[in-house]
């Protein structure tokens, strides 16, 4: 509803006065950068600005349009100018108080679902609000947003169900994929996260429902990242599902069929990823995320030389692990190098790690990464990974096959192999059981131990259980949230080794320098400016991750080292470089601080 020429006079001060401020250019022109439409930026906050070109009759729509509505916190002046009188309650409410206000009647809320369904109106009907709630209280809602409980949300998706959010492309679209991103209402798209559902964390094939997920991932892109939400498009490719249930739900939302495979799938794939390209230029970057093993590592062999692309399951979670190694190591001392890694789950998390420790570990001892791979052992559902299996191994399994004699348990392989650090990624919860972790504590003084698989429910272990099983001795990070446990005395905080750390600030990079690809240098800088943003004082209570609390600010500062990669490597097409690239970066960041209207 909104027209174009809304653009140019919510500019507010417009280039000179973002200039002037040192941050990003207004447009998202061919040289990069954040363009700014709706006048969403900080460094334009001062300025009134009008919310609608069209002249109307009554500010009803205004009040419907989340992008725009302050609800209560409308002014007197702008309820005047904008045919509000009479619309809303006399009462006018600041926007900190709108927050509290939304605040206590959440916390009201003891089922984490019935929370997410308020988030999610409150994202439909005034979306700064939503955001600054997200943004200045990121630790108690990132669980309810994402992981956990996007993961429920996604189970139940057909009965909760209420707007469509985001893009569904199915097979019937075949040939008219173009079209449909035309209808979607926004042209200056920076950020696209898509699945097909195969994956979705660790709960497997949720088909179409699996759209949660890339509306969550893409709520932290702005949240997190600072990128604005108008930017941002979330899509869900339906190619059918192979979830008996769900096809035998009354309520499900996507194609009743199985799951297209072959030929059939690839062309769908081709055909979305050039109609983005077409429609949204080179450098519109595209996450892919929750696809299944075979689908994931092919798509992005496939794409990652053609499109600002990267699959934040295999890349994302790597950055995330290594950042918290590298942490590690600085507690409990010693170097990557000198460490034997053992992995449950040889899948996109599990290969994508290995592969980005060996590549780091080559990178600080100059030897092949074909050498430092030797120290990275991996067991799947059919046990340790070892030569004789070879002929078997799906190709992404092939680098880690070592010589060794077969060996069918984990815990016989953690006898067997002694490793200094236990990741698990493999999708299947309770699997670090007692024995395992006591065989762990019993090899080393301090075991770093990973339990990476989403939701909770499918944790390798509980918090609980790492300090309790190791005797307080394990360095211990989840992906799923845990609370601070208290064993003997002492209390433990778990780190939350989720890629929600890395992919926001690494988008931004990419996106200020106007990167053209994301390579595994940019994944590394990712990992090391992650790492460098722990705080030391807390290693002491095994926390090896920052606090979400300070999430901008990290995001920032790993967007500033990604872009400084780009630039090095002569992928950034942004020119010329910002110097302060910190600094630049948080001038690029959204705030969801309410606008004067005039
Ligand atoms: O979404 C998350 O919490 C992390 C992730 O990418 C996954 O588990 O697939
Ligand atoms: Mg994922």
Redesign the pocket.
């Given at each position: 509803a909104l027209p174009e020429s809304t653009a140019d006079m919510g500019g507010g001060g417009g280039p000179a006065a973002a200039a002037a401020a040192g941050c990003c250019n207004g447009k998202a022109g061919p040289g990069g950068g954040t363009g700014d439409v709706y006048g969403e930026d900080r460094a334009t906050e001062d300025q009134l600005i009008t919310p609608w070109a069209v002249s109307v009759a009554s500010g009803y729509n205004l009040l419907r349009d989340p992008r725009h509505n302050k609800g209560s916190a409308f002014s007197e002046k702008e309820r005047d100018a904008h045919y509000l009188r009479g619309l809303l309650p006399p009462a006018i409410l600041s926007q900190e108080l709108q927050e509290k206000r939304i605040m206590h009647t959440l916390r009201q809320y003891k089922v984490p679902l019935q929370r997410y369904m308020a988030l999610m109106d409150l994202q439909e009907r005034n979306e700064k609000l939503f955001y600054k709630l997200l943004i200045d209280n990121v630790e108690e809602l990132l669980p309810v947003v994402?992981?956990p409980t996007v993961g429920e949300a996604c189970q139940k998706y057909g009965s909760i169900f209420r707007r469509p959010q985001g893009l569904f492309i199915s097979l019937k679209d075949k040939g008219k994929i173009l079209e449909i991103l035309k209808n979607w209402p926004e042209r200056n798209i920076q950020v696209i996260v898509v699945t097909d559902g195969e994956r979705i964390?660790?709960l497997g094939d949720l088909g179409c429902q699996g759209m949660g997920?890339p509306v969550g991932k893409l709520s932290l892109y702005t949240a997190l990242g600072g990128l604005r939400p108008s930017a941002c498009l979330p899509i869900t490719i339906d190619v059918g599902t192979n979830n008996e249930e769900l096809l035998k739900d009354e309520f499900y939302i996507g194609l009743r069929q199985k799951r297209a495979t072959g030929q059939e799938y690839a062309e769908l794939l081709d055909e979305f990823m050039n109609a983005v390209k077409q429609n949204y230029g080179e450098k519109v970057l595209v996450q892919f995320?929750?696809f299944g093993n075979h689908n994931a590592f092919e798509l992005l062999t496939k794409y990652r030389h053609t499109h600002l692309a990267f699959n934040?399951?295999i890349q994302g979670?790597a950055s995330v692990v290594l950042a918290g190694l590298i942490s590690a190591l600085r507690a409990v001392g010693g170097k990557l190098a000198e460490q034997k890694f053992l992995f449950l789950g040889a899948g996109e998390a599990g290969t994508g790690i290995a592969e980005l420790i060996a590549l780091e570990m080559s990178k600080q001892t100059k030897a092949p990464v074909e050498e430092t791979r030797k120290k990275i052992w991996l067991v799947d559902s059919k046990g340790l990974i070892v030569r004789s299996r070879l002929e078997s191994l799906q190709h992404f399994k092939k680098p880690w096959a070592h010589e060794h004699e077969p060996v069918k348990t984990l815990l016989d392989s953690v006898k067997a192999i002694k490793p200094t650090v236990l990741i698990g990624s493999s999708g299947v919860g309770k699997t670090f059981t007692k024995e395992v972790l006591e065989a762990m504590a019993s090899l080393n003084e301090k075991p770093i131990i990973l339990a990476l698989s989403?939701p909770t429910s499918q944790s390798e272990c509980t918090a609980e259980e790492a300090y309790t099983w190791t005797k307080g001795k394990a360095i211990f990070a989840s992906?799923s949230p845990f609370d601070p446990v208290n064993y003997n005395g002492k209390t433990y905080v778990p780190g939350q080794a989720?890629?929600?750390y890395i992919f926001p600030g690494l988008g931004l990079g990419l996106i200020i320098s106007g990167a053209i690809r994301v390579n595994d240098g940019m994944l590394l800088a990712a990992s090391e400016a992650l790492a460098s943003q722990a705080i030391p004082g807390n290693f002491e209570k095994g926390l090896i991750y920052p606090p979400f609390s300070n999430i901008r600010k990290i995001s920032a500062h790993i967007a500033a080292s990604v872009a400084a990669k780009a630039y090095e490597l002569g992928l950034a097409s942004h020119l010329p470089r910002p110097k302060d690239l910190v600094k630049y970066a948080e001038s690029c960041m959204y705030s969801p601080v309410y606008r004067n209207y005039r």
């Open positions: 994402y992981t964390l660790g997920i995320e929750d934040d399951d979670t989403n992906g989720n890629n929600a």
